[in-house]
Structures are given as C-alpha cells and as structure tokens.
C-alpha cells in the first residue's frame, strides 16, 4: 500500500504544468492587451529589466514627420531643392522619405530619374540625377563631405526638436528642409510611470544631438545618445550590460534591429519594420510605448504565479511521499491511503492551473 501510495503521489504532473499554464495564460493575456509575445523566454526576463533604452523616430514620435520649412541656397528654387530631394528620398524606406515625397506629390513634382543610388547608413543617401552626383542627409554628412552650412540657422531649429535634411551636390549646398515630427501623446506619462518603478530611460538615436537633446528635456530623459550608427546602437547596449544593467530595448528601424537583438528584452513597435520585429521578442501594437509599462507587470504577474504553482506543485509532494511512505507509522501509525493519494496528485494539478488562471483576472 505505502508503495502504491507513493507511486501515485510522485507523480510530477503538477510540477510539469506550473511554468507552461502561466506562461499560455500570460501570453494570452499580453495578446487581448495588445502585447505579442513572441518568445516566452522574454517574459521571464522582462521583470528584472533596470535600464530600459528607446529609440527616438517612431519609437518616441510618432514617426509621421512633416516637412515645415525649405530654404534654398543661392539661385537654386525652392521647388528645385524639393524635387531633387523627393527624388533621391522616393528610393528610402525611411520616415524622413515619406515626408519629403509628401511634400513634392502636395506641390506636383514629377520625381526626377536617379542612379547609383546608395544609402550612406545613419547619414542619408546618395545619387545620381542628371549627370551630377547629390548628397542628402543630416550635418554629419555634410561635415564628412568638407562641405559648408550656415550652421547657426539649422541649430536654432535643431534646438527646436526639429531635424534638418540637407541637399548638397559635390561642391557646395544646395538647400535644406526642416523636419519636425510630434511626439506620441502616451510617451511622457509612460517614462514616468517607468522611472515610478525604478527603471532607468536612455534614448538612443542616430538623430542630431540637439533633436535628441530637445526631446529627452521634454520627456525627463537625462540619458541622450544621439548620432549613433546602427552598430553604435549595438555597442551602446553592449555597455549598459557591461556595467550590469539588464536592458530591454525598445525600437522600430531598419537600424534598431542589432540593438533589439543584443538586448536582454527587444521591444519592437508594431508601426515599424519588419526586421525589428523579427528581431524582437515582443512587439507591442500600434506602437504604443505605454503597453511597455503594461508588459512589465505582465512579466512580474506572470513570474510570481509560475513561483506560487512550484510552491502548489511541490507541498503535494513535500508533506504527501513522507506520508505515504510510512515514516509517520511507527511514531502516529499515519498511513495514506493510496486513495487519498490520488486525489491529493490531481488536487495538486487543479491548484495549480486555478493558479495559473488567476493571472487573467489581474489588472495591468
Ligand atoms: P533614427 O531612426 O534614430 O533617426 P537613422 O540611423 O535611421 O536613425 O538615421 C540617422 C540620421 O540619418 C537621421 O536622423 C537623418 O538625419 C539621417 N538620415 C537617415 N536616413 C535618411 C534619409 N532617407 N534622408 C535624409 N536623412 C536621413
Ligand atoms: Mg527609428
């Protein structure tokens, strides 16, 4: 009987469903809140996250920017700047790009034929119209091309939030165009919600210092890496971790795909590329950073239930094998009756999926 007893008690079915009923139950409840999961490992790392870093354009702003200024340089039209600039920009997938072409298909210009076309990364591009080869893209290019610009004019803007995209040929500038893309509205009570919990915010963006400057003070952001390529972005990361920090990084780029991938947690917006997501273990939709704040105590609940079912899991056991084995006998004379057993096996299994379910009824 003690032998029966102890079979039937032993039995790990509980043990086997604590971790998978909370993270099924978990990840259910992420997806009806609008939180993908795509890999359950994430979630059990999101809760110990200390640093979070976010990427500025489309991650931070809504990644819609208009263009809300053109200027020309001697001789050339605005219209000119324009068309040149939306024909080299109709070949990015970058949301400067739509702005721009938005801003040419308003005013009816026809795009223009371009060859050799090349993305200079982190930068802004290159091609050839006409015979003569431009340049388009922020003051760092303009700086490595050994060009000058009235810097004054675009700092004043850049300090503004606004980003400058600047038209040169070999020789000299042609024009630029300011552009300026709102912030999300959820953004600034979300930082603060995370800072709330003690969780640090860098931004990290390949955007002017300025840019990113402007919209760290908005948003209480102390910490602004700006101008960095995608691989600075990956180093960055590399850093935080060196020094201990547990990173989850939050992204929607081409660029950002390294980083999301060398981060303990990568948060991809769904608005964004697909690269990012591929690179993500999480993406949140409509891009709504706010679900982040939501995700971490999605990770929390969901760690402390797959805790409290090893707990349910494991007291079966711990008080039943003793029991049933017969170590009490000679002192009590307590034997289990292998009936008793069974129904302690399954009760232990129904604790711990009630557990589990319990997670769905919690607020976010
Ligand atoms: P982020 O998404 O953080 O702005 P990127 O690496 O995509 O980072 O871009 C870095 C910078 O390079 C931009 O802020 C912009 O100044 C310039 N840039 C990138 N792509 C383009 C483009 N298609 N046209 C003009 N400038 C660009
Ligand atoms: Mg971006």
Redesign the pocket.
């Known amino acids: 009987i003690s032998f029966v007893g102890v079979l039937i008690i032993a039995c790990p079915c509980a043990l086997g469903l604590a971790t998978p009923t909370a993270i099924i139950v978990g990840v259910g409840k992420g997806a009806r809140e609008g939180i993908l999961v795509k890999d359950a490992a994430t979630l059990e790392k999101l809760y110990k996250v200390s640093t979070v870093v976010v990427?500025?354009?489309?991650t931070l702003t809504k990644g819609k920017p208009e263009v809300v200024k053109v200027n020309s340089v001697d001789g050339f039209k605005e219209d000119e700047v324009i068309n040149i600039?939306a024909s080299?920009?109709a070949r990015?997938?970058?949301?400067?790009?739509e702005a721009?072409n938005a801003l040419a298909a308003s005013r009816q210009l026809a795009n223009k034929t371009v060859d050799n076309f090349e993305?200079?990364?982190?930068?802004?591009?290159k091609g050839v119209i006409a015979g003569q080869e431009y340049f388009?893209?922020?003051?760092?290019?303009i700086a490595e091309l050994g060009l000058v610009v009235d810097e004054g004019k675009i700092k004043q803007e850049t300090i503004e939030g606004k980003?400058?995209?600047i038209l040169a040929n070999k020789i000299k500038v042609i024009g630029w165009v300011m552009i300026a893309d709102a912030l999300k509205v959820e953004v600034a009570a979300a930082v603060k919600t995370l800072h709330q919990m003690g969780i640090k915010v860098a931004i990290?963006?390949?955007?002017?210092k300025n840019?990113a400057d402007f919209v760290g003070k908005q948003l209480g952001i102390n910490t602004v890496f700006a101008?960095?390529?995608?691989a600075d972005k990956l180093i960055k990361i590399k850093e935080l971790q060196a020094k201990g920090e547990i990173v989850a990084m939050a992204?929607?780029?081409?660029?950002?795909a390294p980083a999301l991938a060398q981060a303990d947690v990568g948060i991809a917006m769904a608005t964004g590329t697909d690269v990012a997501i591929e690179s993500a273990g999480i993406t949140l939709l409509k891009g709504d950073i706010s679900k982040l704040v939501k995700a971490i105590r999605l990770s929390k609940l969901t760690m402390r239930g797959i805790k409290q079912n090893l707990f349910w899991a494991f007291i079966y056991n711990v008080v039943g094998i003793p029991l049933a084995s017969g170590i009490f006998f000679p002192i009590f004379g307590w034997l289990l009756n292998p009936i008793f057993a069974g129904l302690a096996m399954a009760l232990s299994s129904v604790s711990v999926v009630g557990n589990s379910l319990r997670i769905k009824t919690k607020n976010l």
């Open positions: 990427d500025k354009t489309g600039l080299l920009e990015s997938e970058h949301p400067i790009a721009i993305i200079i990364k982190g930068r802004g591009l388009a893209g922020n003051l760092a290019l980003t400058p995209v990290l963006t390949g955007d002017d840019t101008q960095l390529l995608p992204g929607d780029g081409v660029n950002d």
